[in-house]
Nanobody, 114 residues
Framework: QVQLVESGGGLVQPGGSLRLSCAASGITFRLYVMGWYRQAPGKERELVATISGFGSPNYTDSVKGRFTISRDNAKNTVYLQMNSLIPDDTAVYYC????????WGQGTQVTVSS
């Protein structure tokens, strides 16, 4: 059974930081492209960042220079370090594993507000 379990979300003030984690089980982790997506209220789910099995990252323009995606293949975990958070970053953040099959986590809420 495949599971992607996100953690690390919460309430943070503008300018603050959060680190999201996604622990994967039931897949050969290193063979999957891992990604973070987000969905704000009333909006479609959008790509935030992806990272290949070799560690090559890609980011959507709105988070470049503020967010960093990384992975630890020994721990089957992908991370999203989010700095300089702004209210527009408020969303439910989802982890995704893309490979032979496609899997999603249940999401974790990030709220940026003063």
């Amino acid at each position: 059974q495949v599971q992607l379990v996100e953690s690390g979300g919460g309430l943070v003030q503008p300018g603050g930081s959060l680190r999201l984690s996604c622990a994967a089980s039931g897949i050969t982790f290193r063979l999957y492209v891992m990604g973070w997506y987000r969905q704000a209220p009333g909006k479609e789910r959008e790509l935030v960042a992806t990272i290949s099995g070799f560690g090559s990252p890609n980011y959507t323009d709105s988070v470049k220079g503020r967010f960093t995606i990384s992975r630890d293949n020994a721990k089957n975990t992908v991370y999203l370090q989010m700095n300089s958070l702004i209210p527009d970053d408020t969303a439910v953040y989802y982890c995704r594993a893309t490979g032979v099959s496609d899997y999603w986590g249940q999401g974790t809420q990030v709220t940026v507000s003063s």
